[in-house]
């Protein structure tokens, strides 16, 4: 605690087995140091490290999409047969990992389950940035991506009106939708905690900054009732959104002809891989933020523990999927859907595919036994190996499809060009700048929140 | 005193002690009061007695709104407007339009929310008095107050003060207009 804020780590025992919260903590305490992070404390150098690889990228991603732009969507590897490639894969990919955020934040809060107090503020903070993220992807993929504004319906010259019977136009709408309800959920969630940190702010820029956000919160009685009916409605409103999002981006391939596309298991199957790459990547930010930030008591072993168990559970689900997408093919007797599962797993793409067994069904399953569930360096590890996992399903399920349909004599390769990885590269790095970005001036844990788990929130009936 | 008041208000160190002076409070026959925690109590919306069932309403009407709103963009691009024939599915294609409607039920709802919230509580509001209680930047902190305002029929300043101190408080403070 080279900061100076008050630890009360240092004089008391450790945390003990299955607490949310490290013993110890006040109102004031907590609130001191958690709003440190963003106002007072002196910033990590791995923030810097951090956020300098983050902005380098994201001048890669600039570079390539003036590149897509000038020289046009060419310069993608995309071409017939295989005309969705690493654009819509990358697309889905990032839009999977949106949606921990919207089930810790939504989908808990619905079922009170207090551990996602200290979590829910990064990964709603996830879901918008890699939303962001994902939606450059087809707006890029049109080719020309200044009249994308055509996706929209809007009165024109021309008197066109999109098509409502595509799931393209469903995908703006389910996408729009998600990207503005998610900055809702997540900015209402934090107006108390701006003023929080309005009250405590001492530079008169932060004031000033702090003050505008929080639009005058005070914490009136009055207005913290309507603040948590709105919070209730809203995650309810979320809950079915979420779902709907993912199936929405399934029925993109669901509603296609493609083998290994037209299959009744695609929406469930897509929401809980949705869900178990959304926790992964969750868990690949929370250990090192915890470490660098000192955030052991806040994001304790309990959490990291249920997160591997959800993604344990997710695992299970997707595995089946798998399962009833090889069954199918055997059982519908087509030709296509019997020849595409074969190729899947000998074609010359057979190693994406073992490698995504391996990833997703195989390797989760040591997430069973708790000494790895509680092990910080395994669980990052895991955490990385089902976002490897998750981004070669994609890529078995687009590009592999694609490559092989009905008639052999359309069939063709493809292989990411160096502006396939160059954008897949700067996305990250948008994300991860936009990420740093966020944990230096706002609150990532969510500060009343937290307060209202300390035992000494409880307001005592028999006194009262 | 140097101005007009806006109330007095009283500190208190803990949410039970609040809750507590705010029933007193009650049963005193004080009506315009509130209280401020740095978060949410639910025993003091019920001290404070607050039945407000409106935002659940405005949520209600924004998705009805939205629904409608959604699947009649729908229905009029493809119907009247801009009549297609895609592959001889019909031009109102209800199960088609179910995705957009529902989108945008969302949508609306949401909005609905939030905005609902934000302007029942009468936000964003720049200035308030209470702000001018000098300790009250502790009310996002670990504080907890009680505000009894001086437009109160039953409001005194000197009996409402000597009131507010019987309840154990911390601190009693004028609350400057």
Redesign the interface.
Known sequence: MADGTPNPAAEKPATPHGAILAPGY???TL??KLASIALSRRTPRAWFFGAAVGFLLTMVLLGTITAIVFRGVGLFGVNVPVGWGFDILNFVWWIGIGHAGTLISAILLLLRQPWRNSINRFAEAMTIFAVSCAGLYPLLHTGRPWMDYWLL?YPNSM???????S?L??DV??VS?YA??SL??W??GMI?DL??L???AKKLWAKLLYGMLA????????????????SL??AG??T??VI?VHT?VS?DFAAGIVPGWHATIFPPYFVAGAIYAGFAMVLTLAIPLRKIYGLEDFITLKHLDNMAKITLATSLIVAYGYGVEAFMAYYSGNVYERYMIWNRMNGPYHYMYWALIFCNVIAPQVLWFRKVRRNIPALFCMAMIVNVGMWLERYVIIVVSLSRDFLPSSWGMYHGTRFDWSMFLGTIGLFIALLFLFIRVLPMISI??M??ILP??????E?? | MSGPIYGLMAEFE???AL??A??RAREEGFTKL????????E???EA?D?H?RK??AV?LGG?ILGGRAGFA??YW??VI??P?N?GG?PFN?VP??I??T???T??F???A??L???G??G??????P??NAPR???????RFFLCIEAKDPKFDHDDTWAFLTKLGPRVVMDVEE
């Open positions: 006040s109102f004031t609130t001191d319906p008197g066109m009106w999109p098509n409502f019977r799931p136009v469903w709408f389910a939708t503005t309800v809702l959920f900015y209402v108390p003023a929080t309005r009250d405590r639009m005058g919160w005070r914490g009136s009685a009055r207005h913290w009732q309507r603040y948590e009916t709105a409605l809203l409103l979320a079915p959104l709907s929405v029925f009343f929140e307060r209202a000494e929130a409880k307001v005592r009936e006194e009262a | 803990d949410p039970t809750v507590e705010t029933r509130d209280a401020y925690s740095p978060y949410p109590i025993a003091l919306t404070l607050i407000d935002l659940p949520v998705g963009l729908c691009c493809s407007e801009y297609l895609v599915k294609s088609a339009f995705v957009p529902f989108e945008t969302i949508l709802a949401a909005f929310a939030v609902g919230m934000l029942l509580n936000l964003p509001m720049p200035y308030h209470v702000f009250f930047a502790l009310a996002s902190r670990d």
